[in-house]
């Protein structure tokens, strides 16, 4: 059974920092390429960073850049989001999900047609 598991949501203070993690199980994890989202109440689901089987640094959105990461942990099976100086805006709902390896050309990594298998998400929130 393929699942993705979110982990790591909090409620921080602006400036604050948190890493998200998503657990893989129950599928060739060294086939598919991960991405993270979020989702504000209101608003619709917005691509932040996503990483292939061989990229070291992935991808990530102009919004988010400089202030997220992501990374992979190919042994444990995980993909991390670290997510730094938080703003109120960044308040949402996160997930990952899989889709296909990127290949060479590949236009938009964070094509939300593109995903299948979503987990169920980790809630941030970031206030004073």
């Known amino acids: 059974q393929v699942q993705l598991v979110e982990s790591g949501g909090d409620s921080v203070q602006p400036g604050g920092s948190l890493r998200l993690t998503c657990a893989l199980s129950?599928?060739?994890?060294?086939?598919?390429?991960i991405g993270w989202f979020r989702q504000a109440p209101g608003k619709e689901r917005e691509g932040l960073a996503a990483?292939?089987?061989?990229?070291?640094?992935?991808h990530v959105a102009n919004p988010v850049k400089g202030r997220f990461t992501i990374s992979r942990d190919n042994v444990k099976n995980m993909v991390y989001l670290q997510m730094n100086n938080l703003k109120p805006s960044d308040t949402a709902l996160y997930s990952c999900?899989?889709?296909?390896?990127?290949?060479?050309?590949?236009?938009?990594?964070?094509?939300?047609?593109?995903?299948?298998?979503w987990g169920q998400g980790t809630q941030v929130t970031v206030s004073s």
């Open positions: 999900a899989r889709r296909s390896d990127f290949v060479p050309g590949t236009l938009n990594p964070l094509l939300i047609g593109e995903y299948e298998d």
């Open positions: 990483i292939g089987i061989m990229e070291p640094a992935g």
């Open positions: 129950g599928f060739a994890y060294n086939y598919y390429a």
